[in-house]
């Protein structure tokens, strides 16, 4: 059978402005025009907002005037459609002095024949090139340099033969080794954010021609005997494909199939009725919850694949503070600065770094002022001055204007244009419509997830048919059997704004296991988070006055009323009840110094969880300042409650030391186990508001079940449930030390655990470890449940 002709196609021309050159392929359109969004962006006053459309049809190029103000002119003439060719001269808005492109030829060297159309980003920045990448980076190179022929230190700091001027990159951050073979390999040196090869990380790794090394913000790539850097300055495009997510064994859709374009430091708002999808949109597209199906494509780089390096390049202000309120606005950024920046970074760096961000966002008024005293806009200031710190070169916010009032609202709104304007892609998720107009696009999605509108804000309620916002949202309530995402997609606007405007040509779509996230690095010091997050938990905790207040008065009050009990001497009637009262005492203020603080702090921990933060070192952070505050609390609680008290211990001694240190160990033992258990139910619940409750059942548990009021040994069941209950365990190991039995004779100090003897003893301390170790297992696998899913592999 004869071979079937292949059919003609355009050829790729070289389209030069006064400001840089785009290389165009012929596998889609480009539009020409003042609207930011335009591929051939010109910022002239004659130019109409889109003005012309170039495109390929069959083996040419063809030039259409979108019915501009001042018209097209090609080779002098003004034209409505025309073909164009290499040579061709096109002005627009004037035929004499308006804005002058020039198309010409382009031959590829053979080596790089065909990387446009296999690469995902070609042609979709100005300044384009077409160096091949298999991450699909395609841009102007910033630097070029010659392939170095020995090893090349990359740092930041001024020593490195390549000099990396960026927070995120350690002094003494990577090595490109060069070998006699003309081999190269990239060597990590222990570095705080981690080197990666086409998106992966590596400790050591070979690298190939077309492979991308990242450091940092910035990408190196080995062309031909050339080392060309690629710096991520802002001005990034977001390509959304196909994007599906459904839960229940898919059963149900939370996403429909959603694809859009964002351009460069663009301004994309995302709305639409509760149950929409906006949240389930938002963390598909930072990769916290990757989708079922589809790509995003972060400048043409698969940001699912790649996610491990990019996530660095992504800010994310979730609805709540991510802030902790109690710190200045400068203190609080200051300790964010430490966990984000490498550990060699100096502290000058980075104040430097913090008064940079609290100037682009004229908080250095309120750089002294504790968070909480804010205005609610000022306090979203300073949530999106945390992302900033950075240099993030796409930003998320959801629902940053939630509860602020419409003057406040219009504010945010207009700092978020401003964010755009400096050289941001910036997508918001947002129930308000006040401000929309200040937005370059507009997603509009409706219930079941699908795609309702996309375009420019001024023209979405015309194209639905209402007046007003309130008309729109009632009719996706009212009429859910209509096929919005159908209308849409057989509008203009579609093939304008989607079909015709996607900033990236579709992908091959790759198998489920290899479009799978992988999750991001271990942070490599581990200590130095440790001990930024002690300094800042103590911080926020001395400057609360009430839990000060409470931290002070609460062993001070118990151990007084243990005192009372007590009197001069233990006896039969008053030993067991002054030893119950210490096992309140320790259980309350260990479980009431813990039982908030997770809950109340886990928004903070899934965004810093998602950026790099440790959980291990989140978790001993809290167990290290806690401890040590419940620890001083036992030992205030045991001497104010027996002081002066004549112990009546066998022989006046303990089982291996002092009767009055076995005792404060018991308390403070107990405390430090309550302490864990009150951060096992902070894991556990949901809302802050029941932590009391559940507070004031621990106790009622720990009073029935640390045998003072019933008979716990031999009890089939009940004697098994309270090996559970640390105050059990205390209060044997206080009875041991007393030998409670000699005391007090009866059936409930005849438990075996109350005997004055080392095994007992040390069993009952034992058990209070043990207790503790297992609850802090348990909190560590409940934190694991309320990070993001990509964090949890």
């Known amino acids: 059978m004869p071979e079937r002709p292949s059919m003609p196609t355009a050829p790729e021309l070289v389209l030069e402005t006064d400001t840089g050159s785009t290389v165009m392929i012929p596998d889609r359109d480009y539009h020409v025009g003042r609207d930011p969004l335009s591929d051939i962006v010109i910022d002239d006053a004659r130019v109409s907002w889109h003005h012309a459309v170039l495109r390929a049809v069959a083996d040419h190029w063809t030039l259409e005037d979108s019915d501009s103000t001042n018209g097209t002119y090609a080779d002098g003439r003004r034209i409505h459609e025309s073909g164009v060719g290499p040579g061709s001269e096109i002005r627009f808005g004037n035929p004499a002095d308006g804005p002058r492109v020039v198309l010409m030829g382009r031959e590829l060297p053979p080596a790089f024949a065909g990387a446009s159309r296999a690469g995902p980003a070609a042609a979709a920045h100005p300044s384009s090139v077409s160096t091949p990448s298999v991450t699909g980076t395609f841009r102007q190179p910033t630097s070029v340099r010659p392939l170095p022929a020995r090893t090349v230190r990359i740092g930041r700091d001024a020593d490195n033969e390549l000099v990396i001027d960026d927070l995120v990159v350690s002094r003494r951050h990577a090595e490109l080794e060069s070998h006699p073979d003309g081999r190269y390999e990239i060597v990590d040196l222990g570095s705080h954010n981690g080197t990666y090869l086409n998106g992966q990380p590596v400790d050591r790794a070979r690298v190939m021609p077309g492979d991308i090394v990242g450091i940092g913000h910035s990408s190196f790539c080995l062309v031909g005997d050339q080392l060309q850097e690629f710096v991520d300055t802002g001005e990034v495009s977001l390509d959304v494909q196909d994007l599906t997510v459904s839960v229940d064994g898919g059963r149900k859709t939370l996403l429909d199939h959603v694809s859009f374009p964002v351009g460069e430091k663009c301004l994309l708002a995302v709305v639409g009725p509760s149950g929409a999808g906006k949240s389930t949109l938002l963390n598909a597209l930072t990769g916290l919850r990757p989708a079922d199906q589809g790509t995003v ?55 430097d770094r913090v008064a940079e961000v609290l100037r682009e966002l004229g908080l250095e008024q309120r750089a002294g002022q504790p968070i909480h005293s804010l205005s609610g806009g000022q306090r979203k200031r300073v949530s999106v001055a945390l992302e900033l710190l950075t240099k993030p070169s796409l930003l998320f916010l959801d629902e940053p204007t939630s509860g602020l009032d419409p003057g406040m609202d219009r504010s ?54 209402f007046e007003q916002w309130p008309e729109a949202f009632e009719a996706f309530e009212n009429d859910r059997e209509r096929d919005w995402a159908g209308t849409y997609r057989a509008s203009p606007f579609h093939r304008q704004y989607i079909a015709g405007a996607s900033a990236q040509p579709q992908l091959p779509r790759l198998p489920a296991a290899a479009t799978s996230v992988a999750p991001p690095p271990k942070a490599h010091s581990w200590g130095a988070q440790l001990r930024t997050l002690v300094r800042r938990y103590a911080a926020a905790l001395s400057a609360d006055r009430t839990f000060l207040v409470v931290m002070i008065v609460l062993p001070f009050v118990m151990g007084a009323m243990a005192r009372a009990l007590a009197g001069s001497r233990l006896d039969r009637e008053t030993a067991m009840s002054a030893l119950l009262i210490l096992c309140v005492g320790g259980m309350l203020t260990g479980a009431a110094n813990a039982v908030r603080e997770l809950v109340k702090e886990r928004v903070i921990y899934q965004r810093e969880r998602a950026v790099g933060l440790s959980r291990s070192a989140y978790l001993m952070s809290k167990v290290v300042v806690l401890g040590t505050i419940t620890v001083l609390q036992a030992v205030v609680l045991t001497l104010v409650a027996l002081a002066g008290v004549d112990l009546n211990a066998p022989d006046g001694e303990g089982v291996l030391m002092p009767p009055l240190a076995e005792i404060t160990l018991a308390v403070a033992l107990l405390s430090c186990t309550a302490m864990m258990l009150g951060l096992l139910v902070s894991a556990l619940v949901r809302k802050e508001e029941v932590t009391m409750p559940l507070l004031v059942l621990l106790a009622i548990v720990q009073v029935v079940f640390c045998g003072a009021l019933l008979e716990l040994h031999g009890v089939p069941g009940v004697e098994q449930f309270s090996w559970l209950v640390p105050s059990r365990w205390a209060l044997a190991a206080m009875a041991s030390t007393i030998g409670v039995a000699s005391i007090a004779p009866g059936k409930l100090t005849g438990d075996p655990l109350f005997e004055h003897a080392t095994g007992v003893w040390l069993l009952d301390m034992g058990m209070l470890v043990v207790l503790s170790v297992v609850f802090g297992f348990a909190v560590a696998r409940l934190l694991r449940r309320h990070e993001p899913a990509v964090m949890r592999r």
């Open 412 to 465: 945010v709104m207009h700092m978020l244009r401003g964010l755009a304007d400096d050289g941001r892609t910036i997508i918001v998720v947002t129930h308000s419509v006040l401000s929309l107009q200040v937005c370059d696009r507009l997603l509009v999605l409706a219930p079941g997830g699908r795609i309702a509108y996309y375009g420019p804000p001024g023209d979405t309620l015309p194209f639905f048919g």
């Open 297 to 351: 494509l972060y400048d043409g780089r698969d940001l699912y694949r790649d996610y491990a390096e990019l996530r660095q390049r992504i800010g994310l202000v979730p609805q709540d503070d991510i802030l902790h309120s109690q710190l200045t606005v400068r203190r609080a950024l200051s300790y964010a600065a430490e966990l984000r920046f490498p550990q060699d970074t100096a502290k000058a760096e980075r104040l």
